[in-house]
């Protein structure tokens, strides 16, 4: 069956401009999670979706930050006012049990 | 807080030769422990895991020993393959698996 999707698989912005991240998780998942993976350094968690219940949003490192899962399966991360330094891979996974599948990632690139 | 710490890489070894790349962790109670693999071009995948002290999570020859005592999850392979060339990440996970957190990344290159 399809895995993970995300899309666009790479973005290249201007700095101030606002950006739309999109998952696809594998469908029957309840969990979905987001990453982001700068060079050389480990996935930093950003947040995490479990069915219906308040997303956690403790990992978000700005208030630019946001995301949404609508239906309780596609999520869309947003950053507003992009900054060089969001510059990264952000990473979409979702999970039934205690396995996660990840997507291919989204490469980011603000100008 | 909760943290993993793995061994900086590139770790870089010989065909058929020993590896081992260290993990450590920080967390109260019993976490779950996970080593996942990030192959050249694909995304991340589970390679093995466990959930209790003691166990031993094996996979394609990868095995790792769930160490409490020395709050440890060190990955060993007795005969690496030049295929096994990857970036290895250790994770762990509490609270129902609602929040995981991943080491830095251990890039392994293996040469024929």
């Known amino acids: 069956g399809a895995g993970v999707s995300q899309s666009p698989s790479n973005k290249v912005t201007e700095k101030g401009k606002d950006v739309e991240l999109r998952c696809d998780p594998i469908s029957g998942h309840t969990a979905l999670y987001w990453y982001r993976q700068s060079l050389g350094q480990g996935l930093e968690f950003l947040i995490y979706?479990?069915?219906?219940?308040?997303?956690?949003k403790s990992g978000l490192p700005s208030d630019r930050f946001s995301a949404e899962r609508t239906g309780g399966s596609v999520s869309t991360l947003t950053i507003q006012r992009t900054q060089q330094e969001d510059s990264a891979v952000y990473l979409c996974a979702s999970s039934y049990t205690d396995e996660q599948f990840f997507g291919p990632g989204t490469r980011l690139t603000v100008l | 807080g909760d943290s993993v710490t793995q061994m900086e890489g590139p770790v870089t070894l010989s065909e058929e030769a020993f590896l081992t790349i260290n993990c450590t962790y920080t967390?109260?109670?019993?976490?779950?422990l996970f080593w996942y693999v990030q192959y050249p071009g694909e995304g991340l995948q589970l390679l093995l895991k466990a959930t209790k002290a003691d166990d031993k999570g094996s996979n394609k020859g990868f095995e790792a020993t769930y160490r409490k005592e020395t709050t440890s999850f060190h990955l060993e392979k007795g005969s690496v393959q030049v295929s096994d060339s990857a970036v290895y990440f250790c994770a762990l996970s509490r609270y129902n698996f609602n929040k995981f957190y991943f080491g830095s990344g251990t890039k392994l290159n293996v040469k024929p």
């Open positions: 967390a109260t109670g019993y976490p779950s």
């Open positions: 979706f479990q069915g219906n219940s308040a997303p956690d």
